[in-house]
């Protein structure tokens, strides 16, 4: 797992997918600066103690935001939600719209809670 692997996937990706999650990436890095950066089945994945907290993945449509938990995304209000879908394990959002920094703090710190790290 290497900072340059997230890097690439960001690379290669066409804009405005690529600001986004670069964006996404900078809110969950704010968030866990200690976290080790890598890929896991082909997105990337930010860990804490070897355990996944926080990803992200451009799709055709969409980006996502990947808690990693088929719980933490329904600890989510309506107004949290607003211009986002979610799913059990994916917070999707518009290509341009990367999803508020306090929003993934709050997601982040959910999934260190449940994952004990």
């Keep these: 797992m290497t900072v340059e692997e997230v890097e690439r996937y960001l690379a290669d990706l066409e804009e405005p ?3 986004t999650l670069a964006a996404v990436r900078d809110s969950i890095l704010a968030a866990i600066p200690d976290a080790e950066q890598g890929m896991s089945y082909g997105v990337p994945v930010f860990r804490i103690g070897g355990r996944s907290v926080a990803g992200f993945s ?3 449509n969409h980006v996502s ?3 990693h938990s088929g719980t933490v995304l329904a600890t989510l ?5 607003a211009g986002f879908a ?3 394990g994916a917070l999707k959002m518009p290509v341009d719209t990367p999803i508020p920094p306090e ?3 709050r997601l982040i710190a959910a999934r260190r809670t449940e994952a004990g790290v």
Excluded: H
């Design 17 to 19: 997918e690529r600001s």
């Design 58 to 60: 451009a799709a055709k």
């Design 65 to 67: 935001y990947l808690p």
């Design 77 to 81: 209000t309506r107004q949290d939600l």
């Design 86 to 88: 979610a799913s059990k």
């Design 103 to 105: 929003l993934v703090a």
